[in-house]
Nanobody, 123 residues
């Protein structure tokens, strides 16, 4: 059974940090790209960052570049998203997803999705 399980969400003050984890199972992790997406209330889901598990190459949306860092622990089949200097605009449900098509910021490229974890940043 394919599973992507996010954890690490919560409430944080502006300027604070959080680290999200995405534990993957049930598929060949190294053959997939993993992406982090977020969906704010009333808005579409957008890509935040993605990583190609095979070589660790990373990609970031302009809105998070320099503040967020995606990383992979292939031994644990886990992807992390370190989020620093958070702002209220980062408030959203964050999802991780797995793609056979390679790193992408288009959610249609992803085969499997986690259930999401809420991040709330207070001002």
């Amino acid at each position: 059974e394919v599973q992507l399980v996010e954890s690490g969400g919560g409430l944080v003050q502006a300027g604070g940090s959080l680290r999200l984890s995405c534990a993957a199972s049930g598929f060949p992790f190294e053959d997939y790209a993993i992406g982090w997406f977020r969906q704010a209330p009333g808005k579409e889901r957008v890509g935040v960052s993605c990583i190609r598990s095979s070589d660790g190459r990373t990609y970031y949306a302009d809105s998070v570049k320099g503040r967020f860092t995606i990383s992979s622990d292939n031994a644990k089949n886990t992807i992390y998203l370190q989020m620093n200097n958070l702002t209220p605009e980062d408030t959203a449900v964050y999802y991780c997803a797995a793609s056979t098509l390679g790193p992408s910021f288009y959610d249609s490229a992803y085969n499997f999705w986690g259930q999401g974890t809420q991040i709330t940043v207070s001002s």
